[in-house]
Nanobody
Framework: QEQLVESGGGLVQLGGSLRLSCLAS????????IAWFRQAPGKEREGVSC????????YYADSVKGRFTISIDNAKNTVYLQMNSLKPEDTAVYYC??????????????WGQGTQVTVSS
């Protein structure tokens, strides 16, 4: 079964860190873009970060630049989002998704189920 499975969310204090994982089960990540989105209550879903396996380029939203790092382990078919210096405004459900190019959004074909990240102050 082709699916994306996120993990690693949880509750963390202001300034803390979390690492999210997105396992692409049965999904070929070759020449694809893998992105992280987030959606906070009452807000629209926003793109957070993206990595392209075509040219290894990465993309970050201004709100997370310098704090979040996206990476991929090709052997494990897994994309990670390392989140440092977390703020309460980072609280959201985080989703991974696949697209053709970064920044993702126009041609998404797979979505994960989401993982909750809560940052307390």
């Amino acid at each position: 079964q082709e699916q994306l499975v996120e993990s690693g969310g949880g509750l963390v204090q202001l300034g803390g860190s979390l690492r999210l994982s997105c396992l692409a089960s049965g999904v070929d990540l070759d020449h694809r873009a893998i992105a992280w989105f987030r959606q906070a209550p009452g807000k629209e879903r926003e793109g957070v970060s993206c990595i392209s396996t075509t040219d290894d380029s990465t993309y970050y939203a201004d709100s997370v630049k310098g704090r979040f790092t996206i990476s991929i382990d090709n052997a494990k078919n897994t994309v990670y989002l390392q989140m440092n210096s977390l703020k309460p405004e980072d609280t959201a459900v985080y989703y991974c998704a696949t697209d053709l190019t970064c920044p993702a959004g126009a041609l998404i074909d797979y979505w994960g189920q989401g993982t909750q990240v809560t940052v307390s102050s």
